[in-house]
């Protein structure tokens, strides 16, 4: 197998396919990424992937390249797995880097083999490629299926080995045995498969991500209500949490969502839908982006009510960078925003997080930054919860209390205890609560 783009998607699968046992070889147009990966090292943070990565390198069986020749010549099934970001000024998913791959692997196929391609892209992107398949390909026997991916940062090893799903968008049934062999491991622990053609492979990644978005907008709209009634927004989200056809899955009120796949994925599904000419049926995803970035405006005032009025001068303690736990994604991070916006305010912002420090400094290098805890606390005037990484939730409002200046907390993820840390002695304030 090869993977074409050795990214965050392409790097994790790279290593994944060989855990399953197959042969693989990794292509970048980065020299720099391959000889990093060449070397054992992973330009990222995911749990698991340094070990495995290194393992597999070291047992001959995982290779790096940036010759489409050499992964031609080598691989009977390709996964494309390089990046869509959104394109810049606009709503619409940036194609460039997909089609660049495709374009560059064809001219080298002179055999049968399937190209997989795994990127979150609008519809109708596979039947163009399958398009440009058959016109650059010597080979016109070469087939294109599209298998959406559905990895969680922190958790990509094991979505990549276990997940709780398969989409195959296949037009032959050529096509299809030939995904099913490449994910026969998988297959054989019973996890599900779904074949279906290419348009609805397309919309699978783009409709799961805009469904989760939206149930994190909807319990962050009723935050706002809570907070204008004196209603408890959790207490509210375990209440209807209940209803089996709700679930209490992603109804944590807070910051809102992040990273490099739910932002950007509505807004390419916007923009497509408006290409299309059915933006009226996903219109309420502009609200649903709205409410998520006014969450972070919010977090910044809930500091203002609790520094009267003024941030001017003030030492805040930023405890989080990325834009989730076990990641060091900054891409889009509420958290990292909520610290600049602050420091556009005169604050003196110390931002301390246990993976994204270097990321967030390459992006803000005018904010400070703590290499711990302590240090990120020592003297703060207030302290602002942004990344609910486990060394966070789990502080004592006691011991903490001693390293402050002023205890003064604004859980921006409402996972902490308000009685236990007001009985502390502490000025508690949270997103949708009392």
């Known amino acids: 197998m090869s993977v074409i783009g050795t990214g965050y998607l392409?790097?994790?699968?790279?290593?994944?396919?060989?855990?399953?046992?197959?042969?693989?070889?990794?292509?970048?147009?980065?020299?720099?990424?391959?000889?990093?990966?060449?070397?054992?090292?992973?330009?990222?943070?995911?749990?698991?992937?340094?070990?495995?990565?290194?393992?597999?390198?070291?047992?001959?069986?995982?290779?790096?390249?940036?010759?489409?020749?050499?992964?031609?010549?080598?691989?009977?099934?390709?996964?494309?797995?390089?990046?869509?970001?959104?394109?810049?000024?606009?709503?619409?998913?940036?194609?460039?880097?997909?089609?660049?791959?495709?374009?560059?692997?064809?001219?080298?196929?002179?055999?049968?083999?399937?190209?997989?391609?795994?990127?979150?892209?609008?519809?109708?992107?596979?039947?163009?490629?399958?398009?440009?398949?058959?016109?650059l390909a010597p080979n016109p026997e070469v087939e294109l299926a599209w298998n959406p991916e559905f990895l969680r940062e922190g958790?990509?090893?094991?979505?990549?080995?276990?997940?709780?799903?398969?989409?195959?968008?296949?037009?032959t049934e050529w096509a299809e045995s030939q995904l099913r062999a490449a994910f026969e491991p998988v297959i054989a622990t019973g996890t599900p498969v779904v074949v279906t053609d290419f348009a609805t492979a397309e919309l699978v990644k783009v409709a799961a991500n805009s469904f989760l978005a939206t149930k994190i907008s909807f319990i962050n709209a009723m935050a706002e209500v809570c907070e204008t009634t004196g209603a408890d927004v959790t207490k509210l989200a375990d209440a209807i949490g209940h209803d089996a056809r709700i679930g209490r899955r992603f109804l944590n009120a807070g910051l809102g969502f992040g990273g490099g796949c739910l932002p950007k994925d509505i807004r390419a599904f916007i923009a497509r839908a408006g290409e299309l000419g059915v933006d009226q049926a996903v219109s309420f995803l502009h609200e649903v982006?709205?409410?998520?970035?006014?969450?972070?405006?919010?977090?910044?005032?809930?500091?203002?009510?609790?520094?009267?009025?003024?941030?001017?001068?003030?030492?805040v303690a930023c405890l989080g960078a990325a834009f989730k736990p076990n990641s060091d994604d900054i891409r889009e991070s509420p958290a990292?925003?909520?610290?600049?916006?602050?420091g556009r305010r005169d604050a003196e912002v110390v931002i301390y997080d246990p993976q994204a420090i270097e990321t967030?400094?390459?992006?803000?290098?005018?904010?400070?930054?703590?290499?711990?805890?302590e240090d990120a606390?020592?003297?703060?005037?207030?302290?602002?919860?942004?990344?609910?990484?486990?060394?966070?939730?789990?502080?004592?409002?006691?011991?903490?209390?001693?390293?402050?200046?002023?205890?003064?907390?604004?859980?921006?993820?409402?996972?902490?205890?308000?009685?236990?840390?007001?009985?502390a002695g502490w000025q508690y304030r949270a997103l949708g609560r009392p």
């Open 155 to 171: 958790f990509a090893v094991q979505d990549t080995l276990r997940p709780d799903r398969l989409v195959m968008g296949v037009q």
């Open 377 to 423: 606390l020592d003297g703060a005037d207030i302290v602002f919860l942004l990344t609910e990484w486990d060394e966070f939730k789990n502080m004592h409002p006691g011991v903490i209390g001693k390293l402050v200046t002023r205890r003064n907390i604004v859980d921006g993820r409402n996972v902490l205890n308000p009685v236990q840390w007001r009985a």
């Open 10 to 135: 392409g790097a994790t699968h790279a290593v994944c396919m060989v855990e399953l046992g197959y042969e693989v070889i990794g292509l970048d147009v980065d020299q720099s990424k391959i000889d990093r990966l060449t070397a054992g090292e992973v330009p990222f943070f995911e749990p698991e992937l340094p070990e495995l990565l290194k393992k597999h390198i070291d047992g001959g069986r995982l290779h790096f390249t940036t010759s489409y020749e050499e992964v031609a010549e080598f691989a009977d099934v390709h996964f494309v797995c390089v990046g869509t970001p959104q394109r810049a000024g606009e709503l619409a998913a940036d194609m460039t880097y997909v089609e660049a791959a495709f374009s560059s692997l064809a001219p080298h196929l002179t055999r049968k083999v399937l190209v997989v391609g795994k990127s979150t892209v609008p519809a109708g992107t596979a039947a163009r490629m399958e398009a440009l398949l058959h016109e």
């Open 360 to 373: 967030a400094r390459a992006k803000y290098p005018e904010l400070s930054y703590a290499s711990s805890l």
């Open 336 to 342: 990292l925003d909520v610290a600049a916006a602050i």
């Open 289 to 315: 982006d709205s409410i998520n970035l006014r969450r972070r405006a919010r977090t910044v005032d809930l500091g203002l009510d609790l520094l009267d009025g003024s941030y001017r001068g003030a030492k």
